[in-house]
């Protein structure tokens, strides 16, 4: 009990030291909070949801000539490039999703029949708007009259991607009684080769468009062309097949999503929903580059007392060395872990001035997330020390430790990038930052980063110890 205490008050001692030296306290949370600050205000506009790929310059081209009273290209037009309400009258989107009677025959039945009934439970239910990021926000879609005009703006860099519909798109994919032949066609996407990202992901919208206006016609032809003959498309014979409400509803369902507003949501590669705020993606990982910086300086600090006979002096009085060198490396993991703790606070605090709004940034796992502050600081107390107690002098051990700090730093990612390959493992600061992101995004499955630095805190914390314990018997 009396060695307890012992070791308490020694590491209460260098805590409040810590704490009252304000020149410390620029290093320890001033400057990393202000570093994450201005990247939070830099890239304010791609945080809390928002997509970090928006308005992307597209130029739709629509030669699309139309077959049977439909235009299919008006559709991908209207998807990639729509009109404002105030111009059309409507929204240019809304008439675009569902199957018209009137492209096979004059019968009169009536268009709203032809509603896929999931689609209206869907649309009316609200479950479609699972993300805050839409299309019109990812796209802005500019309609050009000519290929030549569309393709001259991409290499000029006015437009990222030209989208070029062909006159026969709809005669190609269409399905009519009189011309029951689909044709394989083509889209022309024309991008510019250093746009990368935008020429796929425009890509993508196209081809999710395309496959659907294909897949209706597909399952209409496969289903009407048994029992219509082309020589002989006879309008009776056509409402007798498919006047039905049952059946225009089911051909309807087949082309459902082609007119729907496209959701964007962004995800990790293991499809976890992924909300990017660069406060806590360049807040965590700037967090603990500054703590290995602490933990190297409050360890190199019993190398400085060894060297005043500070240690010597305590070693002679009843206190064990054990607990002498426990209280001092004790002191380390505190000033550690109080450094971190206010820094997530103070970054949630940011966070709340520049978008307005009070939100615990980090999940709402507390408990989750208390515990990786816990295994964080003794990951970073234990590469801290073992670099302290490897050194002979407080000089070296700054060094050294800086170099450390920094190499740990461009492999975590805190300078805004990772080198990958694998080398980022080896960093402690991409296990506590990727553990923090994880949290962030509502993602509790931490256990490997918790068990990573744990084992790694406790092995290189053992073996400062034993080296400050035979330095300072020597």
């Not at 097949?241 to 995800?267: R, Y």
């Not at 999940?363 to 020390?385: D, R």
């Amino acid at each position: 009990m009396i060695t307890l205490r012992k070791i308490l008050t020694i590491a209460w001692k260098d805590v409040r030291r810590t704490f009252t030296d304000r020149n410390l306290m620029l290093i320890m949370l001033a400057a990393p909070l202000a570093i994450s600050t201005i990247i939070g205000v830099t890239f304010g506009g791609v945080a809390q949801g928002a997509a970090p790929v928006t308005d992307i310059p597209v130029a739709v081209v629509n030669l699309d000539e139309g077959t049977g009273g439909t235009n299919y290209g008006n559709i991908v037009t209207g998807i990639l490039a729509p009109l404002p309400s105030d111009e059309t009258g409507a929204d240019p989107l809304e008439q675009t999703g569902n199957f018209n009677l009137d492209a096979l025959t004059d019968s009169g039945i009536e268009a709203q029949n032809f509603v896929c009934p999931q689609s209206a439970e869907v649309t009316s239910g609200g479950a479609m708007q699972t993300s805050d990021a839409s299309l019109d926000e990812l796209l802005e879609g500019v309609r050009v009259t000519t290929p030549e005009e569309a393709r001259a703006g991409v290499e000029s860099g006015l437009y990222a991607v030209a989208v070029i519909i062909p006159a026969t798109f709809s005669a190609d994919v269409g399905y009519t009684p009189t011309d029951q032949t689909l044709t394989p066609t083509t889209i022309e996407v024309y991008a510019d080769p250093n746009k990368p990202i935008a020429t796929s992901i425009v890509r993508s919208i196209v081809e999710q468009v395309a496959v659907r206006l294909s897949t209706g016609n597909v399952t209409l032809s496969s289903v009407l062309t048994p029992v219509i003959p082309p020589a002989n498309p006879n309008p009776l014979l056509i409402l007798s097949v498919a006047g039905s409400q049952a059946f225009a509803q089911g051909i309807s369902c087949t082309f459902e999503g082609v007119g729907s507003p496209i959701l964007i949501d962004q995800q990790t590669v293991e499809g976890d929903e992924f909300v990017f705020n660069p406060l806590v993606v360049i807040g965590s990982a700037q967090a603990i580059f500054f703590a290995l910086f602490t933990a190297n300086g409050s360890a190199s600090g019993t190398i400085d007392e060894r060297k005043n006979g500070t240690l010597q002096r305590m070693a002679i009085t009843p206190t064990p060395l054990v607990a002498i060198l426990t209280g001092k490396l004790l002191s380390t993991f505190l000033n550690v872990l109080f450094q971190l703790f206010f820094l997530m606070v103070a970054l949630t605090l940011v966070n709340t001035l520049i978008y307005g709004r009070l939100e615990f940034i980090w999940g709402s796992n507390i408990p989750l997330v208390l515990f990786m502050l816990f295994t964080i600081a003794l990951g970073t107390t234990g590469l801290g020390a073992i670099t302290a107690a490897a050194s002979r002098n407080s000089e070296q051990a700054n060094t050294f430790g800086s170099i450390i700090a920094i190499f740990s730093a461009v492999l975590g990612g805190a300078f805004g990038f990772q080198l990958g390959g694998g080398f980022q493992y080896l960093s402690v600061v991409y296990w506590g930052s990727n553990a923090f992101n994880k949290l962030a995004n509502g993602n509790n499955d931490v256990l490997l980063n918790a068990l990573v630095l744990t084992l790694f805190g406790a092995v290189t914390f053992g073996i400062a110890f034993v080296i400050f314990a035979r330095r300072l018997k020597d």
